[in-house]
């Protein structure tokens, strides 16, 4: 097993590194660049035009991996459908957006109609499968059973997961990092109870990795949705298939923090008209405080580690 997880981490590492570096002159030579939104910070206008959708070989690296050397296992199989789902809703958002030129890309409610459908169909899987069930369990409070109600418990999760990494994806090697750190994290609690899911997961985190080279400060290219939704989803879908949903929350704690600073600004000013924040997402308030962005991303790199430490020490007690 321990060949196999390894493998996986170098293919896919070996296989980001070796195809952005043309995916890079390919969209350049095209036009196919990022559009900075002008409601965000003024500095990150000198990063228009920055080749995007680098997840496709981000993704293309993992599913190669995965394919090869989880040895057709349904859990990965599944983790990687749902992966590769969410990147294709992703994909045509930032095909409208790069190619077509649309600034908007996908309309919020069919973006959100396909998430909830995939996520739909992960938890009726789960929820029809007698090994795995409705159960949930919850730190130091034992293991519940949902019903019908743990299929829209999946669809929250994963919907939650891939939204919260998409957030995040809004400085150079944010998410990459942080993802790479939290897929390390599941590839130890995946390595126990299911040899594909820990083959996955390693994957993903070696494909991280070989993304961070071209995507660390400052970036020669993006992700994307079509590697941030596909992020969050492939976390989701491990934690869900390792009934670790809640441990995923401390693990990613970085994405949840990200996701409250946007729903606390939002709540907030339409209550007082005022912010809380100086701009959400988090890392962005951060940022006007006046850190450099490559200090923001390595202090949140060093957070997330740290919540992955932690959620790791309460797998481990068996909480």
Known sequence: MLNRVLAATVLSLALTLTLIPP???YLRRLKYGQTIRSQGPARHQVKAGTPTMGGVVLIGAV????????????????A???????????LEDDTRKAVLRRSLGLKAREKLA???????????????????????????????????????????????????VNLTDGLDGLAAGT??????????IAWGQSPGLAVFTAAFAGACLGFLWFNSYPA????????????G???????????????????GGVYVLETLSVIIQVAYFRLTGRRVFRMSPLHHHF??????????????????????????ALWYMGA
């Open 233 to 251: 989803a492939g976390l989701a879908a491990t934690a869900v298939l390792t009934k670790t949903e809640i441990w995923l929350a401390v693990i």
């Open 23 to 25: 995916l890079i002159s």
């Open 114 to 164: 396909a998430q909830v459908i995939l996520a739909g169909l992960l938890g009726a899987w789960v929820y029809l499968n007698p090994g795995l069930g409705d159960t949930v369990r919850l730190p130091f409070l034992g293991t519940w059973h949902l019903g019908l109600w743990y299929v829209p418990f999946v669809i929250f999760v994963v919907v939650g997961a891939a939204n919260a």
């Open 80 to 90: 990687l459908g749902l992966t590769v789902g969410y990147a294709l809703i992703g």
């Open 63 to 78: 599913a190669a991996a995965t394919l090869l050397f989880a040895h057709g296992a349904p859990d990965a199989l599944l």
């Open 287 to 312: 940022e006007l405080g006046g850190w450099p962005e490559p200090v923001v991303v390595r202090r949140f790199w060093l957070a997330g580690t740290a919540f992955a430490a932690f959620g790791l």
């Open 179 to 188: 993802a790479n750190i939290a897929f390390l994290a599941f590839a130890f």
């Open 220 to 231: 020669q290219i993006f992700m994307g949705d079509t590697g941030s939704l596909a992020l």
